[in-house]
């Protein structure tokens, strides 16, 4: 069985300055606005970083579960790693093994995804879920988070993909465990950090250091133009770092 991380999610205040900041930087454009996020309350934007994806969504309506998160974790920011699995059903089976509840589950013939409750992983929300149909498991294959013709919206000038996420918890290595067990992958350790490797990106566990909670805290993106990247982002004020910038809450490291 594989693990890929498909798709990061961020979350918004608002999503129009956050998607015109992230278009500016990474010279990247929408593919698909999914209108069945409305039930949510939300409204939302992808966007391709080579054959993943980078969502942002944000709250139209008060008391959704976007806004609490905004609330909790002080403003914008990371929300949800997003993975994509050969064959879901031993993936279900673990989760219900090891009693892990889950917020939203869909089984449809072309894809089902599973959402764990982040309250049983720690850490921040981690979904699990299964492209079916032709082509389903091809790196850059459909996804039915992105619609039906995302390549449409494919720039590769600046950004080609995205190779880990920093996920920032009260107990780095209890939470590393914690999603180590049910990804059954096993964990590294690089200069005294957790890691779990999936088959396209690593996910590192690190304490809580920027006076917010555990959450999303930071993203690598693989960059073909780090200088083009770098001068948008000056401009606006956003180098937060060497190689590094902020955008809608995270830290994104240049790589």
């Known amino acids: 069985m594989w693990l890929r991380l498909r798709q ?64 909790r974790r002080g403003g914008d920011g990371g929300y949800m790693f997003i993975t994509q699995c050969d064959d879901h059903a031993p993936r279900h089976a ?8 889950t917020v939203f589950e869909a089984d449809r013939p072309d894809y089902r995804l599973m959402q764990l409750h982040p309250r049983d992983t720690g850490g921040t929300f981690f979904e699990i879920d299964e492209q079916r149909g032709t ?16 390549k449409a919206g494919q720039v590769l000038d600046r950004v080609t993909g995205i190779s880990a996420a920093e996920i920032q918890c009260a107990d780095p290595n209890a939470i590393a465990k914690r999603w180590s067990d049910i990804a059954q992958i096993p964990l590294t350790e690089e200069s005294g950090i957790s890691v779990m490797a999936l088959d396209n990106a690593t996910a590192r566990f690190v304490p ?12 690598d993106v693989v960059a073909a133009d780090k200088a083009a990247i770098l001068a948008s982002a000056e401009a606006r004020g956003a180098v937060s770092g060497d190689n590094q910038v902020t955008l809608c809450g995270t830290r994104i490291n240049l790589v």
């Open 8 to 71: 990061i999610c961020l979350v918004a205040k608002e999503l129009a300055p956050a998607e015109e900041a992230l278009c500016d930087v990474f010279g990247v454009q929408v593919c698909y606005r999914d209108q069945g996020v409305a039930k949510f309350g939300l409204e939302n934007a992808l966007f391709p970083f080579g054959n993943q994806f980078l969502e942002v969504v944000a709250p139209t309506q008060d008391d959704t579960a976007a806004g609490r998160y905004i609330d």
């Open 94 to 101: 673990r989760v219900q093994e090891l009693g892990v509840r």
């Open 135 to 150: 082509n389903a498991y091809e790196v850059d294959g459909p996804w039915h988070p992105a619609g039906p013709d995302w």
């Open 208 to 219: 809580c250091t920027d006076g917010r909670p555990e959450g999303l805290g930071g993203i």
